[in-house]
């Protein structure tokens, strides 16, 4: 439970900081 929470964490900040390096490429629905 709290490793799945922890990975999605992780993922959405790691997009976040992407994104926001350049353009956000990455969308979600």
Do not use: E, H, Q, Y
């Amino acid at each position: 439970k709290d490793a799945n929470g922890n990975s999605f964490a992780t993922r959405i900040s790691n997009i976040f900081v992407i994104g926001n390096g350049n353009k956000p490429w990455i969308s979600l629905p």
